[in-house]
């Protein structure tokens, strides 16, 4: 993991990205309940405050399971299809994506957003 995040070249695959996605990641999903939840956009895209987003988050842990070699980005796989089972659950698909100014290929982000995941 180590050396994709000092080799990656990527501006938000940097040392210790992977681990503060994850945390991240699992701290957008925790809140116990059955109420949806949000992802908030980011206001600022610097690579620290983008994480507020935590479907940056979620693009950061699929940068690193590309690039990681088969046993590790199976460990890492291990750790997220549960998150990724509990964010589908948990989150709402937007039904506008398709018309939306851009487009990506990543499910993550089609799913409805909001301001604020606070409030």
Do not use: N
């Not at 059955?34 to 935590?54: A, I, K, M, N, T």
């Not at 509990?86 to 018309?99: E, G, K, M, N, Q």
């Not at 100014?101 to 990543?106: A, H, K, L, N, Y």
């Amino acid at each position: 993991m180590h050396q994709i995040e000092y080799l990656s070249g990527s501006l938000y695959l940097h040392p210790g990205a992977t681990d503060r996605a994850l945390r991240r990641y699992r701290e957008f999903l925790h809140p116990p309940g059955r109420r949806p939840l949000y992802p908030q956009e980011s206001y600022c895209s610097c690579s620290g405050c983008s994480f507020d987003d935590v479907r940056h988050a979620r693009d950061v842990l699929e940068d690193a399971l590309e690039r990681l070699p088969e046993r590790a980005r199976a460990e890492l796989g291990r750790l997220v299809k549960p998150l990724d089972t509990v964010f589908l659950r948990r989150t709402l698909p937007d039904p506008f994506a398709h018309r939306r100014q851009w487009c990506t290929e990543f499910w993550w982000y089609r799913r409805l957003a909001d301001r604020s995941e606070w409030g």
